[in-house]
Nanobody, 123 residues
């Protein structure tokens, strides 16, 4: 049973930083891609970043490129999203997701999801 548990969300002022964590359990994730997505009220869930578990290859949405960094700690089975220079438009529920395969920009192709963690950026 795969479980993804996010943590690290909260309230921060514009320009501040947060680090989200996603603790993964239930299987080995070699060959998997781990993604971060976000969903603001009234909007569709959108891609933020992904990392391939085996090679560490990363990809980012244009809106976060240069501000966010995704990484993983294989020993801890944990994926991180370091978010710097936060903007009010980054406010959303952030979800961690996993898919058996490489890459993935679309939520529908991910197999497992966490419960989400709220990030609120005040202006």
């Amino acid at each position: 049973q795969v479980q993804l548990v996010e943590s690290g969300g909260g309230l921060v002022q514009a320009g501040g930083s947060l680090r989200l964590s996603c603790a993964a359990s239930g299987r080995t994730f070699s060959g998997y891609t781990m993604g971060w997505f976000r969903q603001a009220p009234g909007k569709e869930r959108e891609f933020v970043a992904y990392i391939t578990w085996s090679t560490g290859y990363t990809n980012y949405a244009d809106s976060v490129k240069g501000r966010f960094t995704i990484s993983r700690d294989n020993a801890k089975n944990t994926v991180y999203l370091q978010m710097n220079s936060l903007k009010p438009e980054d406010t959303a529920v952030y979800y961690c997701a996993a898919r058996n395969g490489y890459y993935g920009l679309v939520p529908a192709i991910y197999d497992y999801w966490g419960q989400g963690t709220q990030v609120t950026v005040s202006s």
